[in-house]
């Protein structure tokens, strides 16, 4: 949970809110004028494309809890990642994704589609789609009542920006093409771009607009939730450093003291397990130089 200096900031230091209207990461930012245009919104110099999932059309067939990755993979082992990390950690250029879900009245959203149904059924003489319609609702509601599933509400979208037009329209391709690896239908849209804006400040989703949203169920709607970030240094100054294997920017890790000093950890012990030629040895030396060069103190003992 966020405290209220990281979500307002201080004197010194720049809060999330204050983060989000410049689009920067920066701990020390600048004001930036907001610009609505036609069919276009600037957060300064930077040009705003926003992409979102907000009809269950748009959604794939199917979802999962994660995916195979298969740069990271080999015949032997899988490199799993969030069905959602084609646009999160995957996607290189800068950009939020805003991820909601509205838990509403479970028993009332189901009454109301039974009410639906109900009508589509008395009105599926005159068309069939009515008809189609129906089978549908019907579905959904034997999913939820026969499985014990909660009826709610939920939207995803992806917003990226540049300085550049050109390089926005780049942008805006492979947004599109992240999406289309999920076996969703991308969606750009120009129209609602400073509504959803709007909604997306931190702490802000009750300003969401309902007609954004699609019903789902809560299990499905977490598959869309990503679960990696893009790696940050270790503010422990003690640590071994690594490489971020998508991008091979070195990485300053602690993986000993802050784990300890947050509670993530009650010791400090390792234990290392992989095949023969995985790369035991070698991460062992790796890890064992760099704790003597900042000064730890080491004893070997090789049980042969």
Request: charged share 25%.
């Amino acid at each position: 949970r966020l405290t209220d200096e990281e979500i307002t900031g201080t004197e010194t230091s720049a809060g999330i809110i204050e983060k989000y209207f410049s689009l920067s990461q920066e701990d020390t930012t600048s004001l930036q004028d907001i610009t609505l245009g036609a069919g276009e919104m600037k957060v300064g110099d930077k040009l705003l494309c926003l992409h979102t999932l907000s009809e269950t059309e748009d959604l794939p067939s199917s979802v999962g809890t994660d995916s195979r990755y298969e740069r990271l993979s080999t015949d032997r082992s899988d490199c799993r990642l969030s069905f959602a990390a084609p646009i999160g950690i995957l996607l290189t250029c800068n950009h939020i994704v805003n991820q909601y879900l509205f838990i509403d009245d479970s028993a009332e959203n189901l009454r109301k589609f039974e009410q639906t149904a109900r009508n589509m059924h008395s009105l599926s003489r005159y068309s069939r789609s009515n008809q189609i319609n129906r089978e549908w609702i019907e579905e959904y509601l034997n999913e939820a009542h026969s499985k014990g599933l909660t009826s709610i509400r939920a939207h995803c979208n992806v917003f990226a920006w540049s300085d550049d037009r050109e390089k926005l329209k780049r942008i805006k391709n492979d947004v599109g093409s992240q999406i289309a690896l999920m076996e969703a239908k991308p969606r750009h849209n120009t129209v609602d771009v400073p509504t959803l804006f709007w909604a997306a400040i931190p702490g802000n989703a009750g300003d969401f607009p309902s007609e954004e949203s699609f019903y789902t169920f809560i299990e499905q709607a977490l598959c869309l939730f990503i679960g990696e970030t893009s790696y940050k240094d270790s503010l422990s100054p003690f640590g071994i450093r690594m490489v971020d294997r998508l991008t091979g920017k070195p990485v300053h890790l602690d993986i000993s003291d802050l784990p300890m000093k947050n509670g993530t950890i009650t010791n400090r012990n390792k234990f290392i397990l992989g095949p023969s030629g995985s790369g035991k040895s070698f991460f062992t030396n790796h890890m064992v130089r760099q704790y003597y060069e900042q000064g730890a103190h080491v004893l070997l003992v090789d049980t042969g």
